[in-house]
């Protein structure tokens, strides 16, 4: 029994090792979604940032008067 959790200690230590390395972080870039120009919801910005050839989209707000959500898409290269 002291072994299996002596081995899922060093297993644990090891993943948290990877994920913690240098450069194992992806840079993500994100623009506002020239298709989408609506009152932002989720799945429609996600959709739209899919037909524009991005990864995922998300609703942002931006701090302007009046105060405005607008979809912004998601790449992982820039």
């Known amino acids: 029994m002291g072994v299996l959790k002596v081995r899922s200690l060093l297993c644990l230590l090891f993943l948290v090792l990877l994920l913690l390395a240098p450069g194992s972080d992806a840079k993500t870039c994100r623009k506002a979604s020239e298709s989408y120009n609506r009152d932002c919801h989720h799945d429609e910005c ?22 405005i959500l607008r979809c912004f898409c998601i790449s992982n290269s820039c």
């Open 46 to 67: 996600v959709s739209a940032c899919h037909k524009e050839g991005y990864v995922d989209g998300t609703c942002e707000m931006l701090w302007a008067r009046p105060v």
